[in-house]
Every structure is written in structure tokens, then in C-alpha cells.
């Protein structure tokens, strides 16, 4: 285009400027507002001119978050209201947001038909028997039916969401998903302040139901700081991967503040978990990409040491956000090390042992198991599979893992700008297997989510036209239920 629209022109100095500075206007605009690069994204003049996955980002990373933590500023663990402690345990507006994204995809054209029918055999036969063993479990096993119910709809809504962003991510091509690690990176810098904030100016105890601040449960939006830890934990785990791996090379930027945060919030809320999830996703890419440069691996231990710094220095003098529990003597106390979780999964085992082929039904464990607290999640993801929809459910939701994680690799080892979504799904899975990451929707959203991304990515580097085309991937993995653990 430059070299005919300078042919038309001729050599005239004033058109050639003129035509320069409209291609270069062009450039910009559509580096903007279409590839939405991380340095321009934020400078948009309009929401509705970011691409998918910015405005993806923006919603789960900054919207959902900071809504959760004005909707529920509870200092307790329970909600003087029924309804909205009920809303906040099923994490009700993270659902909200993800019927907002499938009916964005509905009204972008998503045929809910060709996409079923593009799915493998295999697969399509495993969502049917998921289903039928979560609803069967629901309607004829648990004892509380609206309940399971509602939450087995959860999983559809969790699901579509899936689909929703498969089909939104395959219409936007070249578009870099640093636009969405950015802003769930951002939304810590956000979170941290209204923490600190709330932390710092806490209300009078008299005026907090039961007379007692519950410092755990005080984080803004989260039931628990343990869940505050497995958020950061997630999102520190994509920002490792992109500073180890990472093409470029520069200075200090942007995702290295972000990662310090990341890590330091992670470490503050004493979330095992959450660095059993970032250690898990590293090691992972070092087996599988190998080891990365040496500069780059120096820089993130010595970012690693800053946080753990930080992390100290702001140290909570609570017991809740401790590492490690110590008893009288200095020791490592069991009970402390594995927090109560053999105990909780021995019961849970032999609970499931009265209903082994359909379990008893999604979010039973709230009230078929206690252990002098009601748990709604057995902190182990094949248990609660389980427990919730039996052998029948738990071998389909296998399944779909199984086909779905290898297929998302094997398209990620080729994207390098899917890596840190990568590195997010496999820290999040690696703490479903001692906590609730597979439980709740703002960690299965991320699971799923990223899963979708990954292999939309596959399907635009192939021919739209090729009949191999929809069959060429499996499809998401199906979430877990939506409730509340301790």
C-alpha cells in the first residue's frame, strides 16, 4: 500500500509526509485498540475498542475482584444475612460476570450446535455422562436436591463460559495474551491497597457481629486468606513462566513489580498451596522447555528474595497467616503441617463408600461431612469428583482432562505468549489436589478460561476452511463445583 499510494502520489514531499503520518496513525490505532498491546491497552479511549481478551482481563482481573471485595467487606466468617452469605460462598458475582461473557459470545455469532458438533466423539460422549451423573446425583441422591441443584447449573454456566471464550478468542488474531495477564497482574496493585486499607482502619470490635474481628476472613472479597493466597499464588505462577522464558530482554519493568506483589501477597496470606502451585508450574516448564537463561533465572531469585522481604516486614501477627503452625516447643505441630486435610479426606472416603457410583451430590460434603467445621470441598479435586458425582462423573471429568490438558500443551509449547496462561492452569490444578482451586467459579474461571484461550490459539493458526479443523483439539476441561471450603 505505501509503495502505490506513493506511486499516485508521486515523489511530492508534502503528500509523501502526509501519506507517512496516516500509515503511521493507522499503525497505532490498530496496535491499540486491535492487538491492544500491554503498554497501550490501559490508554483506549473506549472500553468496546479493546480487544476480547484485554476486556477478558480487565473483567476478572480488576471488575470482578474489586466488586467482590464492595459487595462483602465482612470481618467474620459468616454473613449476618443468609442471602448474602449464601451468594458470597457460591461466589455469585463471578458467575454473573461469566453470563455476561457467554451472551457477548451469543451475540458475536457463537453457534452453541456447530460447536458441540465440532467436539471429538469421545468427548461429546463425556460431557453427556458428567452431566447425567451430576444431575442424577442432584435430583434422586442429596439430601438438600435445590441445592445441588443450583450449584450442578453452576458447572453449564462454568461450561459455556468455556465455549464462549473459545469462540470469542478464534475471531481476534495476533493478538498477544500479555493483554490478559496484564491486568489480572494489575488488579493485585488494587487489591493490595483496599487490604492495606481495610487492615489499617479496621471498625470497632463492638460493631463487628459477635463482638470479634475475624482477621482470616477479613480480606476484602475472599472468604478466606487462603484463598486470597491461591489467587496471588496463580497469577505469580503466569509471571514467573513469562520472566523466565521471556524473548526480550531489558530492564526492570512493569511485570517484575508485579510478580514482587504477586509473591509477597502470596507469602503474606501463608499460603502453602500457592507455593506449592508456583513451584509446581516452574518445574514443570523446566522440564519441559529446559532451563532458561541465566540472567533471567538470577533476576526472578532476587525478586523472589524481595518479596519474601516485603512479605516479613508487613508480617500479620495472626496465626492464620503463618506458613507453618508451631507449638509450644518450636515444633511443627501435624495437625498445623497438613492443616486437619488426612483427617478431612480419610472421612471423606469413608462417606463416599456409602455412594460410590453417582456420590451424593454437588456441594454435598457441606453437610454430609463434619469434623467440628462444616467443609463444602474435601481440599482434594479427585475426591471431591468423587464425593459430588461418584465413579460415573469422576471417570468422565477425568476424561475431559486428559484430553484436554495434552491438547492445550502441545498448542501452548508452540504460542510462547501462551505460556504464562499455561503456567497459571497447571499452579491452579497442582493446588486443587490440597485445596479448592477446582472448587470455586473465580479459580475454575481461571482454569477453564485459560484452557480455552490455549487452544483457540491452535484452531486460528489452521485454515477456517479445512474440514480437519474441528476435530483438530479437545475442548476445555469441565470445572468442579462452586461452594466454600475451609
Not at 458438533?117 to 435445590?146: G, H, N, Q, T
Amino acid at each position: 500500500m505505501l509503495k502505490t499510494g506513493e506511486e499516485a502520489f508521486g515523489r511530492a514531499p508534502g503528500r509523501s509526509i502526509v501519506l507517512k503520518l496516516s500509515l503511521a496513525k493507522a499503525r497505532y490505532r490498530r496496535g491499540m485498540l486491535i492487538h491492544a498491546s500491554p503498554d497501550r491497552f490501559y490508554s483506549a479511549s473506549r472500553l468496546g475498542a479493546l480487544s476480547f481478551k484485554a476486556r477478558l482481563g480487565l473483567l476478572f482481573g480488576i471488575v470482578a475482584p474489586v466488586l467482590s471485595g464492595l459487595i462483602f467487606p465482612t470481618y467474620v466468617a459468616v454473613l449476618p444475612s443468609l442471602a448474602m452469605n449464601r451468594a458470597m460462598l457460591l461466589e455469585l458475582q463471578f458467575v454473573a460476570c461469566e453470563l455476561l461473557v457467554i451472551g457477548w459470545a451469543f451475540r458475536a455469532g457463537m453457534d452453541r450446535n456447530r460447536l458441540w458438533r465440532s467436539l471429538a466423539l469421545d468427548v461429546r460422549l463425556a460431557v453427556l455422562v458428567l452431566l447425567a451423573a451430576m444431575f442424577a446425583s442432584a435430583a434422586l441422591i442429596s439430601k438438600y436436591p435445590a441445592d445441588a441443584l443450583l450449584q450442578s447449573l453452576t458447572q453449564l454456566v462454568h461450561l459455556y463460559f468455556a465455549a464462549a471464550v473459545f469462540h470469542l478468542s478464534t475471531a481476534e488474531r495476533d493478538v498477544s495474551e500479555d493483554v490478559l495477564i496484564r491486568p489480572l497482574a494489575a488488579g493485585l496493585a488494587v487489591l493490595a491497597i483496599y487490604t492495606a486499607w481495610r487492615f489499617g482502619f479496621p471498625p470497632d470490635p463492638s460493631a463487628v457481629p459477635g463482638g470479634k474481628i475475624e482477621w482470616s476472613f477479613a480480606l476484602p472479597g475472599f472468604i478466606s486468606v487462603r484463598y486470597l493466597g491461591t489467587w496471588t499464588g496463580a497469577i505469580a505462577a503466569a509471571l514467573a513462566v513469562h520472566l523466565l522464558y521471556r524473548e526480550r530482554r531489558g530492564g526492570i519493568g512493569a511485570y517484575h513489580c508485579y510478580f514482587v506483589l504477586a509473591m509477597a501477597m502470596t507469602i503474606w496470606s501463608g499460603t502453602r498451596a500457592g507455593l506449592l502451585g508456583i513451584g509446581a508450574a516452574v518445574v514443570l516448564f523446566l522440564f519441559f522447555r529446559g532451563l532458561p537463561r541465566w540472567r533471567a533465572i538470577a533476576l526472578t531469585v532476587l525478586l523472589t528474595g524481595v518479596a519474601l522481604a516485603l512479605a516479613l516486614i508487613f508480617q500479620f501477627d495472626d496465626p492464620a497467616f503463618k506458613l507453618f503452625s508451631r507449638g509450644g516447643g518450636g515444633d511443627v505441630v501435624g495437625a498445623g503441617f497438613t492443616s486437619g486435610r488426612w483427617e478431612l479426606w480419610v472421612a471423606t472416603v469413608e462417606r463416599w463408600r456409602d455412594s460410590p457410583l453417582l456420590g451424593w451430590g454437588t456441594g454435598a460434603l457441606f453437610y454430609e461431612v463434619y469434623l467440628g467445621w462444616t467443609h463444602t470441598q474435601p481440599h482434594n479435586a479427585i475426591l471431591q469428583f468423587l464425593f459430588s458425582w461418584g465413579l460415573v462423573g469422576a471417570a468422565a471429568c477425568s476424561w475431559l482432562f486428559a484430553r484436554a490438558l495434552p491438547a492445550a500443551h502441545a498448542v501452548a509449547m508452540m504460542n510462547r505468549s501462551t505460556w504464562p496462561l499455561l503456567g497459571m492452569v497447571y499452579a491452579l490444578l497442582a493446588m486443587s489436589m490440597v485445596d479448592g482451586a477446582l472448587y470455586y467459579p473465580r479459580f475454575v474461571i481461571m482454569i477453564v478460561g485459560g484452557l480455552a484461550l490455549i487452544l483457540a490459539r491452535g484452531t486460528t493458526q489452521e485454515d477456517e476452511t479445512s474440514p480437519a479443523r474441528d476435530q483438530a483439539f479437545s475442548p476445555p476441561a469441565p470445572p468442579a463445583p462452586s461452594a466454600r471450603v475451609r
